[in-house]
Nanobody, 123 residues
Framework: QVQLAESGGGLVQAGGSLRVSCAASGRTGSTYVMGWFRQAPGKVREFVAAITWSGDTTYYADSVKGRFTISRDNAKNTVYLQMNSLKPVDTAVYYC????????????????WGQGTQVTVSS
């Protein structure tokens, strides 16, 4: 089992930046792909970004490319999502995810989910 705990959400003005973090605990010795999903009020949960265990390959939703950057520090079992040029449409609960397979993440079926952290972007 892997437990994921997000932190760093909050309120920011449009055009601003925010970094959310996700600390993994438990069975973290495996080479998990980690990533982020988000869910806005009344909308379906959607993929945001993912990163392989080595960190050499990243994936982004088209809506965040060029604005968001995912990274990880395996020594700290932590993944980060740096969000720049934020827009009101980025307002959502952001969920950290982990799975041994990037395909399960692309299929929105990652094995492990965090509880989520709220990000609110005001106009």
């Amino acid at each position: 089992q892997v437990q994921l705990a997000e932190s760093g959400g909050g309120l920011v003005q449009a055009g601003g930046s925010l970094r959310v973090s996700c600390a993994a605990s438990g069975r973290t010795g495996s080479t998990y792909v980690m990533g982020w999903f988000r869910q806005a009020p009344g909308k379906v949960r959607e993929f945001v970004a993912a990163i392989t265990w080595s960190g050499d390959t990243t994936y982004y939703a088209d809506s965040v490319k060029g604005r968001f950057t995912i990274s990880r520090d395996n020594a700290k079992n932590t993944v980060y999502l740096q969000m720049n040029s934020l827009k009101p449409v980025d307002t959502a609960v952001y969920y950290c995810v982990a799975d041994g397979s990037i395909i399960r993440i692309w299929d929105s079926r990652p094995t492990y989910w965090g509880q989520g952290t709220q990000v609110t972007v005001s106009s």
